[in-house]
């Protein structure tokens, strides 16, 4: 009787032992999913362990040579809810961003995100790893599930949730502690999964580190394909557009009104320059859309852009105008005057919105060789007009193709086409 009590107690007391070590073992080695990823310049690594309550407990670590690091929820930008890190004022720490995202567009701050930084020691920083400077945090997000739409919306009984990373560029760091500082968009993305099935823990309480050894393989999780690199047209074709029309063709469609003595040749270049400008403004409002500090068409930038479109589309206008009336009354007219200086001043002025455009997309080292081309065009301009003007004043005045009743109506010079047989 005795011995069987005995027996009894025994068996109870090593089974509950062996419930609790397996119990731990299970929860140690079947808690935690990790994936990692080569970025270029070392690896993205993001674990996670999520609570049947909705809370989830993760880690991300990658590269600070990148502006920005991001992880997100789902399997594409719309719908997901997105980590993003980023190094603050202080270059020592990280600022942690929770943001949601709409679509193709930069994700927007949400504070009702509730993930904040866990104070873990080597976790909530900066630190140096292998001669190179890390992004490496530990986050805390209570009820994250309540987040996100689509597969955006974690599901912890998917053994396949998808999720999102991607980073920015590497040309500067964007030193900020606000969670809503503009990013730039990102230089390669991708996708990966994570069996959520196999990531829960009963209590995110429980001390499951999210360091060490299980944070140097992939487990639980898996990727899909490589991250590929972003090629991003639009920015660099708004650029483009907008300084060829400024720089090269409304500067050369001057020139060549007073080389070639043709108001048709003029009237045709500057035609395509307001053509450039129509197209380079649509596509610098399509890319309005695309950033937060961009979206409202409110900056100086922008508005200004705008209204020098609007100056040219008069211009272009008056311009025609003037020459129909002058053909008619061969004389010189008020509207040719203002076509003349009205002209080179909403030119200079589209130059200038060259050198804000580039402040304004935070590349302002851009504006040096910016600004040498800028110089090196303005001399060849205005030493060619200085020259050309200087070398008909010495002509004998029965050279010049103008007859002195015309030339004492054209002070502006505006309409030095005689004789060469083009329409005026
Ligand atoms: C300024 C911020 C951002 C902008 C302007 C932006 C813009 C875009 C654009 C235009 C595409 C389509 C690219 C193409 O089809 O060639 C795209 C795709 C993608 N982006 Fe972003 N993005 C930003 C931030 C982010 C962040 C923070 C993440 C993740 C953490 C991310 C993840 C992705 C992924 C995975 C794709 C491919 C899947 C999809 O089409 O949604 N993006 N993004
Ligand atoms: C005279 C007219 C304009 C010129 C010469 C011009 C030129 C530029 C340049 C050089 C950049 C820098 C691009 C880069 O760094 O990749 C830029 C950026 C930009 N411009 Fe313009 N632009 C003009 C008008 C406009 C207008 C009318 C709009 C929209 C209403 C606009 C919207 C933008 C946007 C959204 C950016 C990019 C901002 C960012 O990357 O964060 N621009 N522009």
New binding site residues.
């Given amino acids: 009787m005795y011995s069987r009590l005995v027996l009894t107690l025994l068996f109870a007391f090593f089974s509950s032992i062996f419930q609790v070590v397996a119990a731990a073992t299970q929860e140690t080695e079947a808690s935690i999913a990790t994936f990692i990823s080569p970025t270029g310049a070392g690896n993205l690594t993001y674990a996670l362990i999520a609570a049947k309550n909705g809370d989830v407990r993760m880690h991300l670590s990658a590269p600070a040579t990148y502006q920005w690091v991001g992880v997100g929820t789902g399997s594409e930008m719309d719908g997901s809810v997105m980590f993003i890190l980023y190094e603050n004022a202080d270059k020592l720490n990280a600022t942690l961003s929770t943001r949601l995202s709409d679509g193709h567009n930069e994700p927007s701050y949400s504070k009702n995100v509730e993930c904040e930084l866990e104070a873990t020691e080597g976790h909530n920083s900066i630190v140096q790893k292998d001669n190179s400077r890390y992004y490496s945090v530990n986050i805390y997000c209570r009820n994250l599930t309540a987040h996100g739409k689509g597969d955006g919306k974690l599901d912890f009984s998917n053994t396949k949730q998808p999720f999102v990373y991607a980073w920015g560029p590497a040309d500067g760091a964007l030193l900020s502690a606000s969670k809503s500082a503009?990013i730039?968009?990102h230089v390669a993305y991708g996708n990966f999964w994570i069996d959520l099935t196999k990531a829960a823990s009963p209590n995110l309480e429980s001390n499951i580190t999210l360091t060490g050894n299980s944070l140097l393989i992939t487990q639980n999780a898996g990727s899909d394909g490589q991250a590929e690199s972003d090629g991003d047209k639009v920015?660099?074709a708004?650029?483009a557009i907008?300084?060829a029309?400024?720089v090269v063709i409304f500067p050369l469609g001057a020139v060549l009104l007073r080389f070639l003595e043709s108001v048709k040749t003029h009237s045709i270049v500057q035609t395509i320059g307001l053509l450039a400008?129509v197209f380079?403004?649509g596509v610098?409002?399509y890319?309005?859309r695309?950033?937060n500090?961009?979206k409202n068409?409110s900056?100086g930038?922008?508005?200004?852009?705008?209204i020098?479109?609007i100056l040219l589309l008069v211009q272009w206008a008056i311009g025609f105008h003037h020459h129909l009336r002058f053909r008619k009354y061969k004389r010189s007219t008020l509207y040719g005057r203002l076509h003349l200086y009205a002209g080179p001043t909403i030119v200079l002025?589209?130059?200038i919105?060259?050198?804000?455009?580039?402040n304004?997309?935070?590349?302002p080292h851009?504006n040096v060789y910016?600004g040498a081309v800028v110089a090196v065009v303005l001399v060849i301009v205005l030493s060619s007009l200085v020259w050309k003007r200087w070398s008909k004043n010495k002509q004998p005045k029965h050279n010049r193709i103008m007859e002195d009743d015309e030339q004492n109506h054209d002070a502006f010079r505006m309409n030095v086409v005689r004789g060469s047989g083009e329409v005026r």
């Fill in positions: 503009s730039k968009r920015g660099p708004h650029a907008m300084l029309a400024f400008t380079g403004v610098g409002l890319l309005s695309m950033y500090h961009s068409v900056s930038h922008q508005v200004f852009g705008l020098l479109l002025g589209g130059i919105n060259g050198f804000t455009g580039f304004f997309s935070r590349e851009n910016y």
